[in-house]
């Protein structure tokens, strides 16, 4: 698979286009925090990742699949320095290596069983592994996450592990054109998020909500880390 192919100029575009986006929404909201912003490379070809890296925009790029970012991040650490990764799939518990070895950020864990391989993993190679836990907050089985009632528990279990740092919750949203059951899914998890710092003295700084299609909502209810792939580096 090639991927999608996009020049820097066109790329330059986009950004500048979410950007303001993002600047409108937070006036909106009166939101005085931060909003990150992950430029998904899932659908784009390592053309596309160069351009963009070219453009010199300090931003974390994420992939899906353990395979991908084992091979784009291995490439690209031969161009550039100091470039941040973060893995948004589903994990398979065999490829934990690659998965550890190249992510800044894991934002796909879904298991006890997969966190404490990441951090037996991460034990091996001497890391502090970040990480956040994702939730199903849409009840759609093909998606991954932790129930959202089970919270407390699995709190308490991830927060055990040496070689693990926990920064925050992620989710994804239902995929539906039906903004009041989207709206109602990611407040859902935004009162997780607030009621777990306030138990645990303020503990998490990442609410990882938004895609393309629905970052504005997920904003509103206190998103700060946003997704976008197929309107950033893809095809859209
Ligand atoms: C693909 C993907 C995204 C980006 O989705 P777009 O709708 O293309 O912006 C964000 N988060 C996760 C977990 C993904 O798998």
Same mark, same amino acid.
């Given at each position: 698979?090639?991927?999608?192919?996009?020049?820097?100029?066109?790329?330059?575009?986009?950004?500048?286009?979410?950007?303001?986006?993002?600047?409108?929404?937070?006036?909106?909201?009166?939101?005085?925090?931060?909003?990150?912003?992950?430029?998904?490379?899932?659908?784009? &070809?390592?053309?596309?990742?160069?351009?963009?890296?070219?453009?010199?925009?300090?931003?974390?790029?994420?992939?899906?699949?353990?395979?991908?970012?084992?091979?784009?991040?291995?490439?690209?650490?031969?161009?550039?320095?100091?470039?941040?990764?973060?893995?948004?799939?589903?994990?398979? &518990?065999?490829?934990?290596?690659?998965?550890?070895?190249?992510?800044?950020?894991?934002?796909?864990?879904?298991?006890?069983?997969?966190?404490?391989?990441?951090?037996?993993?991460?034990?091996?190679?001497?890391?502090?592994?970040?990480?956040?836990?994702?939730?199903?907050?849409?009840?759609?089985?093909?998606?991954?996450?932790?129930?959202?009632?089970?919270?407390?528990?699995?709190?308490?279990?991830?927060?055990?592990?040496?070689?693990?740092?926990?920064?925050?919750?992620?989710?994804?949203?239902?995929?539906?054109?039906?903004?009041?059951?989207?709206?109602?899914?990611?407040?859902?998890?935004?009162?997780?998020?607030?009621?777990?710092?306030?138990?645990?003295?303020?503990?998490? &700084?990442?609410?990882?909500?938004?895609?393309?299609?629905?970052?504005?909502?997920?904003?509103?209810?206190?998103?700060?880390?946003?997704?976008?792939?197929?309107?950033?580096?893809?095809?859209?």
């Amino acid at each position: 698979m090639l991927g999608f192919s996009m020049k820097k100029e066109e790329i330059l575009l986009r950004y500048n286009s979410i950007n303001e986006n993002i600047k409108k929404i937070k006036e909106k909201y009166n939101i005085g925090y931060d909003i990150n912003i992950i430029a998904v490379s899932k659908y784009s &070809s390592i053309e596309t990742i160069k351009e963009f890296l070219s453009l010199n925009i300090d931003l974390p790029l994420a992939e899906s699949k353990a395979q991908s970012l084992r091979d784009r991040a291995g490439e690209i650490a031969n161009l550039k320095d100091n470039v941040k990764w973060h893995f948004i799939g589903r994990i398979q &518990s065999n490829k934990v290596k690659y998965i550890v070895k190249y992510a800044d950020l894991i934002q796909s864990v879904d298991s006890i069983e997969i966190a404490e391989y990441i951090n037996k993993e991460a034990q091996k190679n001497n890391k502090i592994q970040d990480i956040l836990i994702q939730f199903n907050i849409s009840d759609e089985n093909q998606k991954g996450g932790f129930i959202l009632d089970d919270y407390i528990n699995v709190y308490n279990n991830i927060i055990k592990m040496p070689n693990i740092s926990l920064k925050g919750l992620m989710a994804i949203g239902k995929d539906t054109e039906d903004t009041v059951i989207i709206e109602e899914e990611f407040e859902k998890l935004n009162i997780i998020y607030k009621d777990i710092n306030k138990k645990y003295n303020n503990t998490l &700084s990442v609410l990882s909500m938004g895609m393309s299609s629905d970052y504005e909502l997920a904003i509103k209810h206190g998103s700060n880390m946003v997704r976008i792939g197929s309107s950033f580096l893809g095809n859209s």
